[in-house]
């Protein structure tokens, strides 16, 4: 154990010991581009600040939900993503994704290694901000990924395992799907697939890794009915995330004009379609109206509008919400028909949601609705690429880092819960 945590110490004095050879470009932060609209600025600043904040959003979504016992480790395996995946992403992980494009596949790692050049100079990637404040933007985005799986796991991995995996998620799975989506020069980019915010690069991809964790994990000793800790954790996290989500999606304009204005109303409007919705069907199938549903259903219709925020009509995100609450309700009572003990429910939620978000997206955006079948079918093409792709990778990564660190806890350790058995801390 002494020599795990050695490795792990030497590896965070590594790159601050490398961060003194990396000194930064001269002048990078001293000239003001002459592109730079200030407006722009100001805006982009705050939504990465309400990007950032979906995060702790996701940390008291998922912590109300499970067991007292739980709720610092659930709380904790999204917490610290904001430290893992920061230190990552100004490493390298900015670089994979956004460098010099290889392939339409991956970025050059070298092109921004270390945050090199990354300063106050735009970017043809965003024309009228600074490339470090873009850089900044999309780092929430990377830290927000891996925090969304840890729900299907809830309750049985090993803290340390689970910052492994996040590490080599963020690299094999994240960076490459990022790239493809939102690189210029990247494969669905290519494709004319149209992903505004996050729908294949976030939800998708976060919700088949969830499956896929769920499938190699197993269930837990104790799956079954249980009392959450605490609902109200649950609805803070949802305002957390709703708030959160107008920097996530209209914040993906990159700009402070009219998409962003759109983006901002179809956002709050299809959360909103969602959130009823759900509570009326939930009550057409005889359950009572939950404070639990409202929250899911309102995060359902959340990542249901994601892709497509910038370019739909008002209506159209009415009913983007209601369509992905229905099918994501049906998609949580399979599931809790089945023996997959996806704790949380990220899989029918982010990754239905997110794949069907993207679908419509081909429908209604330039897409079928406008005769450009060839459009919507790349849509259809490029969600079964990220399906088949993050499910195998991740499966494998599962793998690895098994290997590395043995992921599931043990019974007797899962029977007295990881708050003790991992933090030596206790939830009263």
Same mark, same amino acid.
């Given at each position: 154990m002494r020599k795990r945590w050695l490795l792990s110490f030497s590896l965070v004095v590594l790159v601050s010991i490398l961060g003194l050879f990396y000194p930064e470009t001269e002048g990078i932060f001293k000239v003001m581009d002459p592109n730079i609209e200030l407006a722009d600025v100001a805006w982009m600043l705050t939504a990465t600040i309400l990007v950032l904040l979906m995060t702790p959003g996701v940390s008291f979504f998922y912590g109300g939900m499970v067991r007292a016992k739980n709720v610092i480790s659930t709380m904790l395996q999204s917490f610290i993503a904001m430290g893992v995946i920061s230190i990552i992403w100004v490493v390298f992980g900015f670089s994979l994704t956004y460098g010099k494009d290889i392939g339409?596949?991956?970025?050059?790692? &070298?092109?921004? !290694?270390?945050? *090199? *050049?990354?300063?106050? *100079?735009?970017?043809f990637l965003a024309p009228t901000i600074p490339l470090a404040l873009f850089a900044l933007f999309q780092m929430k985005f990377a830290i927000l990924t891996p925090a969304l799986i840890t729900g299907s796991f809830a309750e049985r991995v090993r803290f340390s395992s689970y910052i492994i995996f996040m590490i080599l998620y963020s690299i094999f799975v994240y960076a490459p799907l990022?790239?493809?989506?939102?690189?210029?020069n990247g494969l669905f980019k290519q494709m004319q697939v149209v992903d505004f915010a996050g729908g294949i690069v976030v939800h998708a991809s976060s919700g088949i890794a969830a499956l896929a964790g769920v499938l190699f994990l197993g269930k837990r000793n104790s799956q079954g009915q249980h009392r959450p800790a605490n609902i109200p954790f649950v609805l803070l996290g949802t305002a957390l995330l709703w708030i959160g989500w107008f920097g996530f999606n209209a914040g993906s304009a990159l700009a402070a004009h009219g998409v962003a204005i759109k983006a901002f109303l179809n956002t709050n409007?299809? =959360?909103?379609?969602?959130? $009823?919705?759900?509570?009326f069907f939930d009550g057409l199938r005889g359950h009572k109206m939950s404070a639990m549903?409202?929250? @899911?259903?309102? @995060?359902?219709? $959340?990542?249901?509008?994601?892709? =497509?925020?910038?370019?739909v009509t008002v209506g159209e995100s009415i009913f983007i919400g209601f369509i992905t609450a229905i099918v994501c309700n049906i998609a949580v009572y399979w599931k809790n028909k089945t023996s997959l003990d996806d704790a949380l429910d990220v899989f029918p939620v982010h990754g239905v949601g997110g794949i069907l978000g993207t679908i419509l997206t081909g429908v209604f955006v330039d897409g079928l609705?406008?005769?450009?079948?060839?459009? !919507?079918? *790349?849509?259809?093409?490029?969600?079964?690429?990220?399906? @088949?792709?993050?499910?195998?990778?991740?499966?494998? $990564?599962?793998?690895?880092?098994?290997?590395? @660190?043995?992921? &599931?806890? =043990?019974?007797?350790?899962?029977?007295?819960? $990881?708050?003790? =058995?991992?933090?030596?801390?206790?939830?009263?």
């Open positions: 339409g596949i991956i970025g050059d790692p &070298r092109t921004f !290694f270390m945050f *090199n *050049n990354v300063g106050i *100079n735009t970017h990022a790239h493809c989506t939102w690189h210029p409007t299809a =959360s909103a379609i969602a959130m $009823l919705t759900w509570l549903g409202a929250a @899911v259903g309102a @995060v359902a219709g $959340l990542v249901g509008i994601t892709p =497509s925020a910038g370019y609705l406008d005769g450009k079948i060839k459009i !919507f079918f *790349n849509h259809i093409w490029a969600v079964m690429i990220v399906i @088949v792709y993050t499910f195998i990778v991740t499966y494998v $990564l599962y793998w690895i880092t098994n290997k590395i @660190v043995k992921m &599931r806890v =043990s019974p007797a350790t899962e029977k007295i819960g $990881l708050d003790i =058995s991992q933090h030596d801390e206790i939830y009263e």
